[in-house]
C-alpha cells in the first residue's frame, strides 16, 4: 500500500490510505472491538505514532453511482470488515 484511496485487509488488521492523509493508518481489531488506531510508514511498515481518529470519505463515485434511490447504499466499510472474519 503506498498510494493514497488504497485499503488492504489482512485478517483483524486493516490498513487505509486516506485521501487527506499524510500517512496510511492501521486499525487493529480483536473481534468487533478497535483495538489501536495509529500512523504507519507505508515503505517500512514501522509505526509513527498513534491516533485518537481518522475521517474517511468514499470517492464520490461511489456515493452517486446508485440508480435510483430505493437502492440499498453501499455497505459501510466495517461491515465489509465483520464480513471477512
Request: charged share 25%; hydrophobic share 40%.
Amino acid at each position: 500500500m503506498t498510494q493514497k484511496g488504497e485499503l488492504a485487509l489482512r485478517g483483524g488488521i486493516v490498513d487505509v490510505y486516506p485521501l487527506t492523509s499524510p500517512w496510511p493508518v492501521r486499525l487493529e481489531f480483536f473481534g468487533d472491538v478497535l483495538e489501536s488506531l495509529r500512523f504507519f510508514d507505508p515503505h517500512t511498515q514501522i509505526s509513527r505514532e498513534g491516533t485518537e481518529q481518522i475521517t474517511l470519505s468514499p470517492p464520490a463515485k461511489s456515493v452517486f453511482c446508485a440508480d435510483s434511490l430505493t437502492q440499498r447504499p453501499r455497505a459501510r466499510l466495517l461491515d465489509g470488515i465483520r464480513n471477512a472474519f
